[in-house]
């Protein structure tokens, strides 16, 4: 897989922007997906994953709720779509992809428990501004 993240920008508080991950590589429908953000001055952090259809998915607290993982396999792409964000969503926001049976690692990474994963792609990262 080779990935690419668009749809970052600026958007006020309480409003909503929708990440995409696309694949332009082979083998989409064999992977498992993270959606990570790194705020400014801070670590790297989880924000969702999801399995190899849409019914396994996976949000860190401070999100669930808010934002939405999906992913579309005719259009080899991820989509993070965010909802009610607040100025603490402020962060460059990355995809990351894992083969379907490591994906306890992919949910490890996001949940906290693996802060270095080695994952066989990552995307560039798309900045998300949230004022207040």
């Known amino acids: 897989v080779q990935l690419q993240a668009s749809g970052g920008g600026l958007v006020q508080a309480g409003g909503s922007l929708t990440l995409s991950c696309a694949d332009s590589?082979?083998?989409?429908?064999?992977?498992?997906f993270g959606w990570f953000r790194q705020p400014p001055g801070k670590e790297r952090e989880g924000v969702s994953c999801?399995?190899?259809?849409?019914?396994?998915?996976y949000y860190v607290d401070s999100v669930n709720g808010r934002f939405t993982i999906s992913r579309d396999n005719a259009k080899n792409t991820v989509y993070l779509r965010m909802n009610d964000l607040k100025p603490e969503d402020t962060a460059v926001y990355y995809c990351?992809?894992?083969?379907?049976?490591?994906?306890?690692?992919?949910?490890?990474?996001?949940?906290?428990?693996?802060?270095?994963?080695?994952?066989?792609?990552w995307g560039q990262g798309t900045l998300v501004t949230v004022s207040s």
């Open positions: 999801i399995g190899t259809n849409n019914r396994l998915v």
């Open positions: 990351a992809a894992e083969e379907q049976n490591l994906f306890a690692r992919m949910m490890s990474a996001v949940f906290g428990y693996n802060i270095t994963p080695h994952f066989p792609a």
């Open positions: 590589g082979s083998g989409f429908d064999d992977y498992t």
